[in-house]
């Protein structure tokens, strides 16, 4: 029986659970996961002491500490040094934000999507691929001491980004998630710790869990990365690196200065700590900041996708990799998918090398400017954070609803967005806020139907 009486005591979880099922610590950790997921236990909500459960349940604490731990690499629980446990924020949100079909009943204006407005220069470069004689070696396997060229295409693209690397750092990925995956997969072990914003992509959280890898809230000062709160986790968190998108962030579309970026990479090769820079939104801007990486090459895993610069379809992502890391994370990606298609590799880069890219660039980013010019004009009374050049606007709602409350009364009229509560990390409390695509619809007109209808929704909040 427990030493003291709890009949009274206000604790916010008194579980009950069958002791002669063994192990004890998987009972209680799955108790403590079903009155998540049932509602019992609400996001944010500080559970009791562990040594006060212990005594409540009669157990060992050994036995409470291991069922909490099961939770946390589920991503369930968020453990602070000096706060305690909470029940995180992004327990029940859905964070796979691309659907297996499109939507045909709502407005897209959830997924990143970089306009479809011309892709003549891969379709031009691509029959001309066709037609070679010896066509056919664009469908076998692709050979790493075949690259050479493709990854001097590589450098032009990452230069044009704002970072200087040679191609013996060059690794290729199946697109961006592959590279965080494969980085995450042979940098850290489960149980593993890294630091990320407290709003950050969705797709890290995925790729983390899977692994068991826990990611840490590290506070943010004016939507960017705090140095002080950096350098804090380093110390106490026992955190192992960190994820970051310095440019157009993906949710908040905010920019890093100059500033923080040196800052962070200092404080990254005092602790030598990695940092996983993602660079998928480097290229928006006519003229990019330079890379953290340029301050710290020997910290920082860069990873340059494709995906929004030039096309998603061409699932490939340059990996500039500090050279002791090289061999694990080639290995990983290995392990993860084979080798990338050596068609989409080839007419990648012919495509970069040939300077048909910036063509596609500055279509994209044209594209956006005249997009984001019909968001301000609808939307010009409300605060809807992002630049010209941004794919995706975070929008700040008035009144009181949460952001996946707005999300929902957006697709009960036609709209997809989504809510802060998808992108939150941990114990993060969540912005009542939701990210707003700006070039997934297909016409302007599409657009702006959607926005008549965002605005009416958000008029009826004030």
């Not at 923080?260 to 005092?270: D, E, G, L, P, S």
């Not at 801007?285 to 301050?295: T, W």
């Not at 996946?404 to 941990?426: C, I």
């Not at 070039?439 to 926005?451: P, Y």
Request: hydrophobic share 40%; with cysteine; aromatic share 8%.
């Amino acid at each position: 029986m427990p030493i003291n009486s709890f009949e009274h005591y206000p604790m916010s979880w008194k579980p009950s659970i069958d002791k002669t099922k063994k192990p004890i610590y998987q009972a209680l950790a799955g108790q403590l996961e079903q009155d998540i997921l049932n509602g019992v236990l609400l996001p944010g909500t500080k559970l009791p002491p562990q040594r006060e459960l212990a005594d409540y349940l009669d157990l060992n604490l050994s036995t409470i500490s291991k069922a909490f731990k099961v939770c946390e690499l589920k991503g369930l629980l968020s453990a602070t040094v000096g706060s305690g446990t909470f029940v995180s924020y992004d327990a029940l949100s859905n964070a796979y934000l691309l659907e297996d079909t499109k939507p045909k009943h709502l407005i897209e204006m959830g997924a990143t999507l970089p306009d479809n407005a011309s892709y003549e220069p891969l379709l031009l470069q691509l029959k001309s691929m066709l037609q070679e004689t010896d066509y056919e070696k664009w469908f076998g396997y692709g050979r790493a001491g075949e690259s050479l060229w493709q990854k001097d295409a590589a450098i032009k693209l990452i230069r044009r980004s704002g970072f200087e690397t040679t191609v013996d750092h060059i690794l290729f990925a199946n697109g961006g998630q592959n590279a965080i995956a494969a980085t995450l997969a042979s940098l850290c072990k489960p149980g593993d710790r890294i630091g990320a914003d407290h709003h950050t992509y969705p797709g890290l959280k995925t790729v983390a869990a899977m692994l068991s890898v826990q990611v840490v809230p590290i506070k943010s000062e004016n939507y960017e990365m705090s140095p002080n709160a950096f350098e804090y986790a380093c110390k106490h968190d026992n955190i192992k690196g960190i994820y970051l998108i310095p440019d157009c962030h993906n949710p908040t579309a905010s920019f890093m200065s100059v500033e923080n970026r040196k800052m962070i990479a200092a404080i990254a090769k005092k602790y030598n700590q990695f940092i996983i820079e993602d660079a998928t939104y480097h290229l928006q801007n006519e003229k990019p900041l330079p890379a953290v990486a340029s301050f710290a090459p020997e910290q920082v895993i860069y990873i340059a996708s494709l995906s929004k610069s030039i096309a998603p379809g061409l699932r490939l992502a340059y990996v500039a990799v500090p050279s002791r890391f090289k061999e694990p994370i080639s290995k990983a990606l290995y392990n993860l998918n084979i080798s990338v298609s050596p068609l989409l590799a080839e007419l990648a880069a012919r495509t970069i090398v040939s300077n048909q890219f910036e063509v596609l660039i500055e279509v994209h980013r044209e594209q956006s400017i005249r997009r984001n010019q019909v968001v301000n004009r609808y939307l010009a009374d409300y605060t809807c954070l992002g630049g010209e050049t941004s794919i995706f606007r975070w929008l700040l709602l008035p009144g009181k609803n949460t952001g996946a409350e707005f999300e929902s009364l957006a697709a009960q009229q036609g709209v997809q967005v989504f809510a802060a509560e998808r992108f939150v990390v941990g114990n993060s409390c969540p912005e009542r806020a939701v990210r707003v695509s700006v070039c997934a619809t297909e016409t302007l007109e599409e657009l702006e139907r959607g926005l008549i209808i965002l605005k009416r929704l958000l008029k009826d909040l004030t």
